[in-house]
Each structure stands twice: as C-alpha cells, then as structure tokens.
C-alpha cells in the first residue's frame, strides 16, 4: 500500500527559497508589443556614485504604447545634500528627514519592475549609481540589466543637436515643468518611448537589445565601486 510521505523543510530553507529571486525576466524573444517597460531615474547627491548617495527613484510602466502605472520613493542619504545638487532638483534634507534608506527602496523598487524590461535616459549613470548603492548596502540581488534609451534616441533622430530628456520634450510639444526630479523625468521617458514606438514595436525584445547598450556590463558590477568618473547628464 502506498503511503505519502512528509518531508520537513527547515523554515530557513524556504526563506531562502521566496526572497532569493524576486525579480522575474522578460522573455528575450517576446515581441514589443507584448512587453512591459520600466522607465526609470535616480537623482543623486552629486555627480561620481563612488562619493555620493541616491535620494530618488521614479519610474513609470508602459505597454503596447499605453502607460500602467508610476511610482516614485525618496530615500534617505548618509550625508547632507550638497547646495550645488539641491539646485539642479530642488530636493532638500527637510524633504527627505522621514524617507527610507535605500535598502528597502530598492526591494521595492525590484518587486515594482518584476517581468518588466528596464529603460533608463544614459543608463550608464543611473545604474553606475544603482549598484555602488547596492554593494555599500551589501544587497546580493543585482539590479536587472537596463536598456539605455540615450544610443536609441540617436538612432531614431540622428539630425537633433542634442538628445537630453528636456531637448527631446520640447521637440515633442510635451510640457516639462519638473525636469531632474525621478518621477517626472521616468515619467518623460516613458512618454518619449511610447511617441516613438512605430520605430521599435516591430521585432522583439532581442533585437531592440542589439541596437543599443546594456547595463550592466559583465564587468561593470566590480568595476562600479571603485568608479569616480563624474557624469554631466544632470547637469544638461
């Protein structure tokens, strides 16, 4: 006679098992059309993320062309916020005195883009930052690799004298009154992408890939802590 047998599992294993792997991929060979998106941006205490400390985080989902949904988390730095960086975002230590640190910003940030696919304006800095914040959080769970949107805007307009979010906005007709603030500049993007999409719904998600750069880079992630190159971008 058959009988069932009961096997105990430690409760450690199985939380192991249900936080080692929160985040869940978009298939490669998806079409466009049938992925969703996760625009995302951070704003930062200054420039170089080996000596400075996120202090937003926007992003903004969109499919076949429609936006879902937003989202948008302060986090608590380590530090003050230096005058020169309060200028270009207007974020201040006050507004910030009751925020998360960034390690329970980013958990959330992950669970938020689960089986999306990542989308960042000059992704280089925002995920340089992203994972020097990580590793100082000794967080084991990498940040999704993040298609940059910059290398596509110059495909898709070669002519335009420049391709910041405010130069692309303004071409667009699209009114920016909140530019280098994480949601509003997520929420640009997405709006960006989406006008645009008659130049990327067609192929999949593979082949979107190969046009443009990925981050992070295979190296990137050892690289990244040690990174002290300044990045202009917020200062476009």
């Known amino acids: 006679m058959y009988r069932r047998q ?3 599992i430690p409760l450690a294993a199985l939380l192991v098992v249900a936080v080692a792997h929160p985040y869940s991929y978009a298939r490669e060979t998806n079409t466009l059309t049938h992925t969703t998106f996760t625009a995302f941006d951070v704003e930062t205490t200054g ?7 996120i202090i937003e985080l926007g992003a903004s989902q969109f499919r076949g062309g429609k936006l879902l949904s937003s989202r948008s988390w302060l986090v608590r730095p380590p530090i003050n916020i230096p005058a020169s960086a309060t200028r270009i975002h207007g974020i201040t230590d006050k507004v910030l005195i009751d925020a998360p ?6 958990t959330e940030f ?13 992704a280089s800095f925002d995920v340089r930052f992203m994972e020097v914040e990580r590793k100082r959080n000794g967080i084991s769970i990498q940040l999704p690799q993040t298609l940059d949107t910059l290398k596509l ?3 898709w ?5 420049s391709h910041t979010l405010t130069l692309l906005a303004k071409e667009a007709g699209y009114a920016f009154p909140k530019a280098h603030r994480g949601d509003a500049d997520a929420h640009m993007l997405a709006k960006l992408f989406i006008l645009n999409q008659a130049k990327w719904t067609s192929g999949t998600l593979i082949e979107l890939k190969k046009k443009t750069h990925v981050y992070p880079k295979p190296t990137e992630s050892i690289q ?6 300044p990045n202009s971008r917020k200062l476009e």
């Open 224 to 229: 990244a802590e040690n990174d002290t190159r």
């Open 101 to 106: 640190r960034f390690k329970s910003v980013y």
């Open 157 to 161: 307009a070669p002519a335009q004298r």
């Open 153 to 155: 805007f110059r495909l």
């Open 47 to 53: 420039l170089m993320a080996s000596k400075h400390f």
């Open 6 to 8: 009961h096997i105990l």
């Open 110 to 122: 992950i669970s938020y883009c689960s089986n999306t696919v990542l989308i960042a304006h000059n």
